[in-house]
């Protein structure tokens, strides 16, 4: 079983590379449903963070915060995200930080 789920974080992180938005989200939202398991792969998503693409900022929000954004990194990355220009992600990000406990050093953005 966790040679399995090794091989699944594996190729999510791998698709994460993809050039295709469709396959770089569905690789962070499986990544997020791995849970706590998926912890190592928190360096990807923060990096996912700063995709292009606002639907993978999402997903990569919503990702750290199943997983569990307790690394200083991921804190701090949600914080940025904060200030993204859509509002989904800011959203996904806010949620994410209140898992953390982390929302009350950040204000949310009006």
Partial sequence: MIACLRKRMEDCLESLRDANVVA??????ALGQMGA??????????????????????????????IGPE???????LHQALADSNSFVVAAAAKAL????????APIPS
Avoid at 24 to 29: I, K, L, N, P, S
């Fill in 98 to 105: 209140k898992k953390a406990d982390a929302y009350q050093a």
């Fill in 71 to 77: 690394t200083r990194e991921a804190v701090a990355a």
């Fill in 37 to 66: 398991a998926a912890r190592e792969a928190l360096p990807a998503l923060i990096h996912s963070l700063q995709d292009r693409e606002a639907m993978v900022r999402d997903a990569a929000a919503e990702a750290i915060g199943a």
């Fill in 24 to 29: 770089r989200c569905t690789a962070v939202r």
